[in-house]
């Protein structure tokens, strides 16, 4: 994301009330940000859905297919070699 987008982005969540902003005191150019209680409480408000969307998905698989997922999701992270 370019610098323009960023900041768009940031002024998008600042006006929906999930950040604030304000200047860093140890370097006046820089803006620290922090998630509101809305800010928060949406993160893990979406965290739970889509953990709870993950579980359902494969809540329907069979002890073979979770050890083929499992198996696929190592080598995909380079915990196993092919």
């Given at each position: 994301?370019?610098?323009?987008?960023?900041s768009?982005?940031?002024?998008?969540?600042?006006?929906?009330?999930?950040?604030?902003k304000?200047?860093?005191?140890?370097?006046?150019?820089?803006?620290?940000?922090?998630?509101?209680?809305?800010?928060?409480?949406?993160?893990?408000?979406?965290?739970?859905?889509?953990?709870?969307?993950?579980?359902?998905?494969?809540?329907?698989?069979?002890?073979?297919?979770?050890?083929?997922?499992?198996?696929?999701?190592?080598?995909f992270?380079?915990?196993?070699?092919?």
């Amino acid at each position: 994301m370019d610098r323009s987008s960023v900041s768009r982005l940031i002024k998008q969540l600042e006006k929906s009330g999930y950040v604030s902003k304000e200047q860093d005191p140890k370097d006046r150019r820089g803006v620290l940000l922090s998630l509101t209680e809305l800010g928060q409480q949406s993160t893990v408000d979406a965290l739970k859905e889509k953990e709870s969307a993950f579980y359902d998905r494969i809540s329907r698989w069979d002890d073979k297919e979770l050890e083929h997922f499992t198996a696929m999701l190592r080598q995909f992270n380079g915990l196993e070699e092919k």
